[in-house]
């Protein structure tokens, strides 16, 4: 039955990665696996386990036990990510991401990529790097009007935004499963993947800056932007504050973060509505100004713009990923993938690779059912940082990169071409980084 398990697998793998082909959107074939997988289990009465960290090995469990803790753990996630994307869509309702475009006073196409890849490697660290690679590309299509420009500058902020998902515990979904999982803390990820996270997002912006695309200045004036709301400027600083607050709040209370995004959320969501109560009039609420109407509280409305098939496409794949972990396969997947390939950083690079070619999130999760290392062990860290800066040579190969392509209408092969070498030579030089520091400065 475990090999039918297996193909089960690998054939909803497949449909995953093939999701533009195919033309179905991955949370069905995440979904209908995870179901599947479960139901082989249950018929087929599979013996179930659950992975004993501190002894290293399989311990029996009951299949209602195993699956309610699991579902336990995917919860804390997706609970943690539907604060996260409530409060950036409240900041969004307020227009708080136009305060960004103010930063902006060059005119120089140099400047403005140095200018562009810090906003996307210190944004994406905070707001996560889809969001922070929707907000930037929105501002540049106001800044750049050529179209062949943009597309060179969408390549490098793709890259620099999965550069400061990396060292986040807030900056990427993986990141955050690590992080929630309690495979690394915030302070000690922070001190092992930053500066290999800087190096993987330097190198290539500055091999890219001599580029002849990035010579002289952008044609036209600087748009200025207009307000639509005085209270933008506070929501951004405020709800950018709400996110970073919650992994101190985990350090003070040692509760699980989405205890502490719930409450950024709760702040947040209080002062949107007090902000929101000059904005709204008897005709509002007798349906005289259109979509605001159906949506007379800003919370309300931000619940119903998030990604709920990206909540449902996590649900899945996760669930999917614990039906082998609780059967033992991936902790057995472990011990031949140590045989053959001895060198685990080989092996953490290969996740960063491949996490180019299939969605990272599943990788991940199967790192977590694989190794059984301790909190914060090297290991932890550098598939942080692997998985999270490797989807960046390949357009396809990370949220930031689809969305990208989704907004300026990359092509493929472009990407390829133009950009693909220069996130693996960023990719590479941060890997070396990491393991110097690793070896001979933080001597772990």
């Given at each position: 039955m475990?090999?039918?398990?297996?193909?089960?697998?690998?054939?909803?793998?497949?449909?995953?990665?093939?999701?533009?082909?195919?033309?179905?959107?991955?949370?069905?074939?995440?979904?209908?696996?995870?179901?599947?997988?479960?139901?082989?289990?249950a018929l087929a009465h599979m013996p179930v386990f659950e992975v004993n960290t501190e002894l290293r090995e399989l311990e029996p469990s009951h299949i209602d036990e195993i699956l309610l803790?699991?579902?336990?753990?995917?919860?804390?996630?997706?609970?943690?990510?539907?604060?996260?994307?409530?409060?950036?869509?409240?900041?969004?309702?307020?227009?708080?991401f136009a305060t960004i475009k103010g930063f902006i006073k060059t005119k120089s196409k140099r400047k403005l990529l140095w200018l562009f890849s810090i906003l996307a490697f210190i944004l994406?660290?905070?707001i996560d790097n889809l969001t922070a690679t929707i907000v930037l590309i929105t501002i540049l299509q106001k800044v750049i009007k050529e179209r062949e420009t943009r597309?060179?500058?969408?390549?490098?902020?793709?890259?620099?935004?999965?550069?400061?998902?990396?060292?986040?515990?807030?900056?990427?979904?993986?990141?955050?499963?690590?992080?929630?999982?309690?495979?690394?803390?915030?302070?000690?990820?922070?001190?092992?993947?930053?500066?290999?996270?800087?190096?993987?997002?330097?190198?290539?912006?500055?091999?890219?800056?001599?580029?002849k695309v990035f010579q002289g200045q952008i044609d036209g004036s600087l748009e200025e932007e207009v307000v639509k709301s005085k209270y933008g400027s506070t929501m951004l600083y405020l709800g950018l504050g709400a996110i970073v607050f919650v992994p101190l709040f985990k350090t003070v209370t040692h509760l699980p973060p989405y205890v502490g995004m719930m409450l950024s959320l709760a702040v947040v969501a209080t002062f949107a509505e007090i902000f929101s109560k000059s904005k709204f009039n008897i005709t509002t609420l007798d349906g005289g100004e259109g979509e605001a109407?159906?949506?007379?509280?800003?919370?309300?409305?931000?619940?119903?713009?998030?990604?709920?098939?990206?909540?449902?496409?996590?649900?899945?794949?996760?669930?999917?990923?614990?039906?082998?972990?609780s059967l033992g396969i991936l902790f057995h997947a472990a011990g031949s993938l140590n045989e053959a390939i001895p060198n685990t950083d080989i092996v953490v690079m290969l996740f960063g690779i491949g996490s180019a070619v299939i969605d990272n999130v599943?990788?991940?999760?199967?790192?977590?059912?694989?190794?059984?290392?301790?909190?914060?062990?090297?290991?932890?860290?550098?598939?942080?940082?692997?998985?999270?800066?490797?989807?960046?040579?390949?357009?396809?190969g990370s949220a930031a990169g689809?969305?990208?392509?989704?907004?300026?209408?990359i092509d493929f092969f472009w990407y390829l071409k133009n950009i693909a070498w220069l996130a693996l030579i960023g990719f590479v030089a941060g890997a070396g980084v990491f393991i110097l520091m690793r070896d001979f400065v933080l001597n772990v």
């Open positions: 475990e090999t039918i398990i297996v193909i089960v697998f690998v054939l909803g793998y497949l449909a995953i990665t093939l999701e533009h082909n195919l033309k179905i959107d991955k949370l069905i074939p995440a979904l209908a696996m995870m179901a599947l997988l479960w139901a082989i289990i803790h699991h579902l336990g753990k995917t919860a804390e996630i997706l609970f943690f990510l539907l604060g996260a994307m409530t409060i950036v869509e409240i900041i969004d309702y307020f227009d708080g994406s660290a905070i597309l060179w500058f969408a390549g490098i902020i793709i890259v620099a935004a999965n550069a400061g998902g990396a060292w986040s515990p807030i900056g990427d979904v993986t990141t955050t499963m690590l992080w929630i999982a309690n495979k690394v803390s915030a302070l000690q990820l922070i001190e092992h993947v930053l500066i290999p996270s800087i190096v993987c997002m330097v190198v290539p912006v500055l091999v890219a800056s001599r580029f109407a159906g949506h007379h509280s800003p919370v309300h409305h931000s619940l119903s713009k998030i990604e709920l098939p990206s909540i449902l496409f996590f649900l899945g794949i996760l669930l999917a990923v614990a039906a082998l972990e599943p990788l991940v999760a199967a790192s977590m059912g694989m190794f059984s290392e301790n909190m914060d062990n090297p290991l932890w860290h550098f598939i942080a940082y692997s998985a999270g800066t490797g989807g960046s040579m390949l357009i396809i689809v969305v990208a392509m989704g907004m300026e209408k």
